[in-house]
């Protein structure tokens, strides 16, 4: 059994008056990928969110390396090795991706001083950053502005990548460019907790699943045995994932 990297016990989060998160339980065993999965609404964009500081947790606790981060400042979460690529890309438009770069890498404040072993494996997961290092970020097609997202999240060595739904929109040889990326992280031994609805991806990378509903996880196990089990595909997700691919 893998050790845990972070875990999540009894937390709950509120937006102003609603109260979506309902006494989360998570954990995410290092050096794998967990893959979260639910229904649209279930929660799972806020527990990253949640994770990441960007809203607080009203109760329960959240350890990374046992440690407890709750309540912490998201740059201070960002600083013990986590990174998060939202649903949103959070990509600086009117900058070139050169410059996306550089302001994702705490060690640099100009592209001369990034990694240079580290740029070129980058550009060997996504080929069209390096071809279009110069270009605004903003003129980008939709799969190379998830692969900047991506590659700002990995610009340096995180220990935990937060990643939510990268496939969204995209077209199948892009899904698959960005599974055979976020393979080679895990064959690194990134640790990565993955939103997505794109099953193809879910079971390709997927060591272990939660899946949650109505705010809470609802169910943990192998990603494996969850795929060859169409009756409880159904009772969590409505859906058989086979259907899916």
Same mark, same amino acid.
């Given at each position: 059994?893998?050790? &845990? ?23 995410? =065993? ?6 979260? @999965? ?24 959240? #350890?990374? #390396?046992?440690? =407890?981060?709750?309540? #912490?400042?998201? =740059? ?10 939202? &649903? ?24 001369? &001083? ?41 610009? &340096? =060595? ?26 080679? @992280? ?7 907790? @993955? ?51």
């Amino acid at each position: 059994m893998s050790d &845990e990297l972070l875990q999540l016990s009894g937390v709950h989060t509120h937006i102003g008056a609603y109260h979506i998160l309902h006494g989360v339980d998570l954990h995410v =065993p290092e050096g794998q990928v967990t893959m979260l @999965l639910g229904r649209n609404g279930a929660g799972k964009t806020t527990t990253l969110r949640t994770i990441m500081g960007l809203w607080r947790a009203s109760r329960g606790e959240i #350890r990374f #390396r046992g440690q =407890p981060i709750q309540g #912490r400042a998201t =740059p201070d979460i960002a600083q013990q090795g986590i990174a998060y690529v939202p &649903e949103s890309m959070g990509l600086f438009t009117d900058l070139t991706v050169q410059e996306n770069m550089v302001l994702a890498a705490r060690g640099a404040r100009r592209a001369s &001083e990034l990694d240079t072993l580290r740029l070129e494996w980058i550009f060997g997961l996504f080929p069209a950053l390096q071809k279009f290092w110069l270009h605004p970020a903003g003129k980008l097609s939709g799969g190379q502005k998830q692969m900047l997202a991506v590659a700002r999240a990995i610009v &340096e =060595p995180r220990a935990l990548l937060l990643i939510d739904e990268p496939s969204k929109g995209l077209a199948p040889s892009i899904v698959l460019k960005l599974i055979g990326a976020l393979r080679e @992280l895990k064959a690194q031994r990134t640790t990565i907790l @993955l939103v997505e609805q794109n099953f193809q991806m879910a079971l390709a990378l997927g060591d272990s699943v939660a899946v949650m509903d109505d705010g809470r996880v609802v169910h943990r196990g192998a990603m494996a045995e969850l795929a060859a089990d169409e009756a409880l595909q159904q009772r969590l997700l409505g859906l058989s994932l086979g259907t899916h691919q």
